[in-house]
Structures are given as C-alpha cells and as structure tokens.
C-alpha cells in the first residue's frame, strides 16, 4: 500500500501563497491519479485538483484559477500551489491517491492544518 | 457541483444495524457506478472503505456494505462496534468533477 506524507506551512499570511508537498512510498507514482483534498467546518471534504503521470491535470473550477498542482516523479513527490489565499482557505489539506483513476481514493496522508488569520 | 447530502447523524445500539444515505443527483449517482464510502475518526484521515457502489476494499470487515438506487447510494453498517463511532462520507464521480463528496454522517454506537 502506497503512504502518503504532507508538508508545508502551518501559517500562511493573507494574499500569500500556500504550498504543499506530498512525499509518495511503497509504489510506483505512475499508477495512480494524485489527488489534493481539503477539509473545514465550512465546507466540510473539498477536492482541489488532481494530475496523473502523464502531466494530466484537472481541477475545481471553484479554485482553478488559483491552483497549480506539479508531479515531480524522480523524488516521488507532488505539490500544491494555492495564491491568494484568505481565511477562507483555512483547513485540513491531505494528499491522496487514486489506484488507476477508478474513482476512489484508496490512500490518504495523514493531512496537514493551513492556517491563513483573518 | 454541489455537495451530496447525507444526513447529519445516525445512531445505534452494539450489534444493530444502521443505514446512511447520500442523495445526489442524475448528474453523479444517478449515472455512474463510481460511488465510494471513508470512515474518518476523530483527528484521523478518512479511510476507504466502500467503492465502485459495492465493493470493499482488503480489510474491511463485510459489516459494511453500500448500494445504490436511482440517485441515491447507501451505506449499511450491520451488527455495530464500538470502533465503528466515527464520521463517514460519501463520494461520487460526476463527469469531470472525478470527487463529488457528501455532507458527512456522524455514527454514534
């Protein structure tokens, strides 16, 4: 089973940049489809985006023109690039993986607390 | 597109069943077999363990089932545990919206 590990900021100030890592273990990164998910009060299990090996790319038209999602295979490794954030931005942000794009996110990271004050 | 609707919380006695149901709409459940159920314990991350409607991943115990009829999916958990006490969220696909969640259902044993 692939494991999954967040890493990035816990604070990111208003209009800034929120940036993300997600280290990938014990399979190879081109079987799945890397998804960034995030999770709040407000809003509750929020997808972001996801990209698969091939460079494709999809995302929330809530947040697409805010989002970038990268895929760096030779240190298994994806990220997450969220500008302009506000407190709205506030959560729980967990990377995962789909096995094959079947529609279901079979691993999760342990997830990681962003924190933009108002 | 707008999030699936669960209802907020369902409860139950050790050993007895409940069922959750996640409402969606002709554009996700209503089309396609892509329906997966998480369990998410407090401070935890959400685990997977329902997907493709029916089908249960290695591990999870088969007192968890899901179905799906029209637009609406449901979740059964049968002969309740303790451990079962935890937050559980549906998830569809929905064209090219691959991660449509739903509301979320506390389960109180």
């Known amino acids: 089973q692939v494991q999954l590990q967040e890493s990035g900021p816990g604070l990111v100030k208003p209009s800034e940049t929120l940036s993300l890592t997600c280290d990938v273990s014990g399979d190879s990164m081109n079987k799945y489809y890397w998804s960034w998910i995030r999770q709040s009060p407000r809003k509750g299990l929020e997808w972001i985006a996801y990209?698969?090996?091939?460079?494709?790319?999809n995302y929330n038209p809530s947040l697409k023109s805010r989002v970038t999602i990268s895929l760096d295979t030779s240190k298994s490794r994806f990220s997450l690039k969220l500008n302009s954030v506000t407190a709205a931005d506030t959560a729980v942000y967990y990377c995962?993986?789909?096995?094959?794009?079947?529609?279901?996110?079979?691993?999760w990271g342990q997830g990681t607390l962003v924190t933009v004050p108002s | 597109q707008s999030a699936l609707t669960q209802p907020r919380s369902v409860s139950g006695s050790p050993g007895q069943s409940v069922a959750i149901s996640c409402i969606g709409t002709?554009?996700?459940?209503?089309?396609?077999?892509?329906v997966s159920w998480y369990q998410q314990h407090p401070g935890k991350a959400p685990k997977l363990i329902i997907h493709?409607?029916?089908k249960r991943p290695s591990g999870v115990p088969d007192r968890f089932s899901g179905s799906k009829s029209g637009n609406t999916a449901s979740l059964t958990v049968s002969g309740l545990q303790a451990d079962d006490e935890a937050d559980y969220y549906c998830c569809s696909y929905a064209g090219n919206f691959p991660y449509a969640f739903g509301t979320g259902t506390k389960v109180t044993v």
């Open positions: 002709s554009s996700d459940i209503g089309t396609y077999d892509y």
């Open positions: 493709d409607v029916s």
């Open positions: 995962a993986g789909d096995f094959d794009g079947a529609g279901a996110l079979v691993s």
């Open positions: 990209i698969f090996h091939s460079g494709k790319t």
